[in-house]
């Protein structure tokens, strides 16, 4: 077979199952594509599964609940809630209004609280 239902990987001929915690693999049947949200590795991240607190403890990502993934915050993003959303700045720059700016707008001021 060249294809295979999800859950499944074509592997010498024959549809081989995902191995836990995958959903879905992709070139192997160890490479995540999804993660199975009934395990304690429930967060897509780089072709493996990941705990949400591992994302949630990663400086510099931030787990993303609409596709269950870790990704990475914004650039200039210190910290982040959300792929718009900063609540902490790389170095040099300055949050304002969940964005990291490089200079202030006008009628503002640069502050390091």
Not at 7 to 36: H, L, M, R, W
Not at 38 to 43: G, R
Not at 50 to 77: E, H, Q, R
């Amino acid at each position: 077979m060249s294809t295979c239902n999800n859950g499944y990987f074509p592997k010498d001929g024959v549809c081989a199952s995902c191995e836990s915690p995958c959903k879905t693999c992709g070139n192997s049947t160890t490479q995540c594509i999804t993660c199975d949200q009934t395990t304690p590795t429930p967060l897509f991240f780089n072709y493996t599964c990941i705990s949400t607190a591992s994302c949630a403890s990663t400086l510099g990502y931030y787990i993303n609940s609409l596709n269950s993934s870790c990704n990475a915050c914004p650039v200039n993003c210190g910290s982040c809630v959300s792929n718009i959303n900063c609540t902490s700045c790389a170095s040099n720059f300055y949050l304002f209004q969940g964005s990291c700016l490089s200079s202030c707008l006008p009628n503002t001021y640069k502050s390091n609280q």
